[in-house]
């Protein structure tokens, strides 16, 4: 089920959906009357009821610094919560100065902390020996809070967990998490905030490692392998979006809103500003969080700008970026906060790596696409020209969307391009065969996660398709023959971009027995001349391997088995 909510609504909170209000409705010019109009009459959809996860707390908290770090914060904390603070100093024999009473100290230099709101474990070595400090201070197994005072933060996230507060990092003040520890008492509901699809994934195939962006990527360490199989903690996971960005498979999707709502969204912006009079939109993504620094900055940019709030800023990736230039913006605008996370802040910049590259062999300015700090604005190039306007909103994949959006705007221009290279690790290319040495085994077609590759079927081949190709490395880890190699590159021919092309077919062998098509020529050749001298294959034994599955158990059955047992042996 869905419910309709306007653009102002979707795109605000309640703490700060008057002061965006106020500054939209102040831009009385043609442009500004024309966005306040597109926004307030666009309709987005989101989940009514979207899947949830629930933390449960207590209130139970461990403050862990230095010395002079806990007796200050100590000072900050209610009389009445102080039963269940617990304080650990990291300095070994250090005295806390003028500490606050009623709260259990401990001391350990070597502290490891795990977990999410409500369950955070906390280990210490005393002695050589592991020992759970909640269970020694209140008898339970987690705590449900974090105060971590220390500047370089116990908890290796970029993004920490919720309900960890890394005050010595400066990710929040003491005074905020002093409340914390007061106020987070109770259940809480946080959305889930992706769909994984892992028969789609790249990352594993017949026990070989392919593709691993999604956990490279993820700043809350939300992701990981096990068993071989991707798998993303929803208590840890924060939304910030890189994942999906990131994966080109689509096995990983963001669902608050999903990116087609969103690029549909900013099409019927585009729409309905121009209907109303407005010239060239540009258009400016930003992440909620930030819609409080972003209205002061507003101010340094027309007011064909459009602002659309996202989750967070990673949300979407090159293919909105692109469509939103084919629907008629001028130019996309990526508005950076300072405390943007690095993990998140460098999939944004490989993915603008990847639409300058296209941009510019399309002779497009590359900053038609750009990420810029709030705080320079002011010195944005601005363009009052869009470089097309496509009249339908564009559907498919993720990736047949960006294609499509790739060559209307290289149809739009006066280029003649056949393919270019791309930027290091970007998901586009194609896989180069020697076939005078591949034995058509099949092994790559077996582990191709987008079916880029598939086997021909009447006959031994198999075909490859290069729009579908992420460039995973499968394929080439898989062969035995290390014959396949991966070509990055884009191919701005659509037809054959899009047509399946076979890299490599040759007769079947039939059987020397039945006349039956069994195998490759090649891999019967290849194994004859690599088992010819296997005690297995000795004398007429080798001709076996010239047979269909049928015929070599008969022959073994029949002259080993039959008429020689004692070679039964050597079966």
Known sequence: MATQTTAIEHMSTENNITTLNQYLENQTDTNGLARLHALRSTVTLGNLIPPTVSFESRGLALV????????????????????????????????????????????????????????????????????????????????????????????????????????????????????????????????????????????????????????????????????????????????????????????????????????????????????????????????????????????????????????????????????????????????????????????????????????????????????????????????SNALMTHPEKLTGTKREKLCQALDLLAAQSAQTLTTSLVPQNAPYGRVNVKTDECTLCMGCVAVCPTDALLAIGSHPGMTFREQDCVQCGLCETSCPESVITLEPRYNWDTETRQQRETLHEEEAAKCTSCGKPFAPVSMVNMLIEKLQNHSHFEGDAIKRLSMCEDCRVRDIVAETMINNPEKQMKV
């Open 64 to 383: 862990v610094g230095n010395a002079s770090s806990l007796s200050s914060f100590s000072q900050l904390i209610a009389d009445d919560t102080r039963d269940r603070i617990v304080l650990l100093c990291n300095e070994a024999g250090a005295t806390l100065s003028n500490p606050a009473e009623g709260m259990t100290l401990f001391f350990s230099s070597e502290v490891k902390i795990d977990g999410f709101l409500g369950s955070f474990l906390v280990t210490l070595t005393h002695n050589g020996a592991l020992q759970n400090l909640a269970q020694i201070a209140f008898g339970r197994e987690y705590f449900d809070l974090i105060v971590d005072l220390t500047e370089k933060g116990i908890h290796a996230a970029q993004l920490p967990p919720l309900g960890y507060h890394a005050v010595g990092r400066g990710l929040v003040t003491a005074g905020d998490a002093s409340e914390a520890v007061i106020e987070t008492v109770g259940t809480f509901d946080k959305p889930k905030f992706f769909r994984l699809d892992n028969e789609r994934c790249a990352h594993v195939a017949r026990g070989l490692e392919g593709c691993t962006r999604c956990i490279d990527t993820c700043p809350a360490d939300a992701l990981s392998s096990i068993e071989q199989t991707i798998t993303i903690n929803p208590y840890l996971c924060q939304g910030m979006g890189s994942c999906a960005t990131t994966c080109p498979t689509e096995a990983i999707s963001y669902a608050l809103p999903d990116p087609e709502n969103t690029q549909h969204f900013v099409f019927d912006l585009i729409q309905r500003f121009r209907q109303q009079g407005g010239e060239v939109p540009a258009i400016l993504f930003y992440a909620e969080a930030d819609e409080d620094t972003l209205v002061a900055a507003m101010s340094s940019l027309p007011n064909n700008t459009i602002p659309v709030r996202l989750e967070e800023l990673a949300s979407v990736g090159l293919d909105t970026w692109l469509n939103a230039l084919v629907y008629g913006a001028s130019q996309v605008i990526l508005a950076m906060a300072p405390n943007l996370h690095a993990k998140t802040r460098h999939v944004l910049e490989q993915e603008l790596l990847v639409a300058s590259s296209f941009l510019n062999d399309l002779n497009i300015e590359q900053d038609r696409i750009a990420l810029k700090a709030l705080d320079t604005f002011s010195s944005l190039t601005q363009y």
